[in-house]
């Protein structure tokens, strides 16, 4: 009988200790995403000589070129920081002159930089997009807890290559 008293005691003995443990406090989590205001909508032109594109951009958010102090011989003038200070947002972009043949593996590069999320994305969705003006290109919107939720890129399919990846 006294072992299955002690038994009987053991027992009550860890449920107390298992009870007094789980006494942490509740955290409410809410439901939903925060809301981002932005200014209202209005666009300037990013237009360099040194740069071989050129495009429109928000006027809240700041160009970055000094990336490029970095960079030497073909790549300069091709990197820069889209910087939204509002909501603490980059897109970094970097552009190429694309050689001949080289379209296969830059577009496979961009598939590799969107799918290297793998590990920590839930979804990882591309939309293509074509303009009049003969630019296409790959829109990629990534699910989940990652760095870079929306990347793209850009090209003519002979000349330019432009990708972006917004932090």
Known sequence: MAKGNS?????LIFSLLFLA?????????NKGYS?????AKSY???????????????????????????RTGLQKGKWLNIRFPGQEATIYVSYIAMQPKQLDTLIRDAYTFA???????????DSLFLNPQGVEGVFFTIGGE??????????????HFFRGALY
Do not use: G, M, W
């Open 146 to 159: 990652v760095a870079t939720p929306y990347q793209f890129f850009l090209t003519d399919s002979t000349h």
């Open 115 to 125: 799918n290297n999320h793998n590990n920590r994305a839930s979804s990882i969705a």
């Open 7 to 11: 038994a009987v005691l053991t027992s």
């Open 21 to 29: 443990a789980c006494n942490s406090p509740y955290t409410i989590k």
């Open 35 to 39: 809301k981002l205001s932005f200014p």
């Open 44 to 70: 300037q032109a990013f237009d360099q000589a040194s740069a071989p594109y050129s495009f429109e951009y928000p006027t809240y958010a700041v160009i970055e070129d000094d990336v490029n102090k970095q």
